[in-house]
């Protein structure tokens, strides 16, 4: 395409959006025509205090999942409910810095996090190709497919992870110590010299999706932290942090700060 062909590319990009500031033009290798929106991305932050008890350790320690356990499960059952959590404050953050936290936290690479991130909400929006209901240039592994409504779970994670990430430096101001892969908890971060803080994500486009996985993420922090306090001097806190992807711009986040 030359720069005819590109200019009549970026009028017809305008053009479909309006007027609305924001927009950058990016290029892939056949030279079309990309929209970035890059609008700062506002993150509602609610929290819940969960004080932990080493008598709830001990019993996480000594009977593995939820058997045996029927009080601590209706301690954590409370964190599946958004009324429990305390409105904090509203995050922004803009899609330079969201990049930069997918490309650090995640435990998924994303080559283009915010292009994958627009492509989301263009099927959530039918907006694009909807016949097809998956954008055109996607390869087959990016998408997995459930009665016609393709969710790109990859990317949930993924952009979920950055902002649960950009969360704890920004609200905490926790350093990032390690990020294992395929293992629990999702980060490791540092408070102070004395202080480890365990962190697991959970990501979904509803609060309803993410509602158990926040109990179940609890659960396995403290199953954690049931062998670390009896084995270690160093003192821990657990977080879950869940990331609801609300709305294109507007998402929201549900943190349960775990002390003892």
């Given at each position: ?61 000594m009977k593995k999942g939820w058997g045996g356990v029927s009080e601590l ?80 779970e990859f990317v949930l994670s993924s952009i979920g992870e950055g902002v ?97």
């Open positions: 395409m030359g720069a005819a062909g590109d200019k009549i590319a970026m009028n017809a990009a305008r053009a479909k959006i309006g007027n609305n500031q924001g927009i950058e033009y990016r290029y892939s290798g056949n030279n079309q025509a990309k929209i970035i929106d890059f609008y700062e991305i506002e993150v509602n932050v609610s929290k819940y205090q969960l004080r932990i008890y080493k008598e709830d350790l001990g019993k996480t320690a499960k209706k301690k954590l059952v409370t964190l599946t409910s958004p009324e429990n959590y305390q409105h904090s404050n509203i995050i922004t953050l803009n899609y330079r810095t969201l990049e930069e936290k997918v490309f650090l936290f995640s435990e998924e690479g994303i080559k283009n996090p915010v292009e994958s991130l627009n492509s989301y909400f263009d099927i959530r929006e039918d907006i694009v190709d909807v016949k097809r209901r998956v954008p055109t240039d996607y390869p087959d592994l990016c998408y997995l497919p459930s009665d016609l409504d393709y969710r790109f649960a990430g950009y969360l704890m430096e920004s609200l905490y101001d926790y350093k990032l110590i390690a990020r294992p892969l395929g293992l629990h908890p999702d980060f490791i971060m540092r408070k102070d010299n004395d202080t480890d803080i365990l962190v697991e994500v959970v990501c979904g486009s509803t609060f309803k999706e993410i509602r158990r996985g926040v109990m179940a993420g609890m659960f396995y922090l403290m199953d954690l932290l049931s062998h670390f306090c009896y084995l270690s001097d160093k003192k821990f806190e657990a977080y879950v942090v869940g990331v609801e992807l609300a709305k294109r711009n507007e998402f929201e986040s549900f943190i349960v700060e775990g002390y003892m």
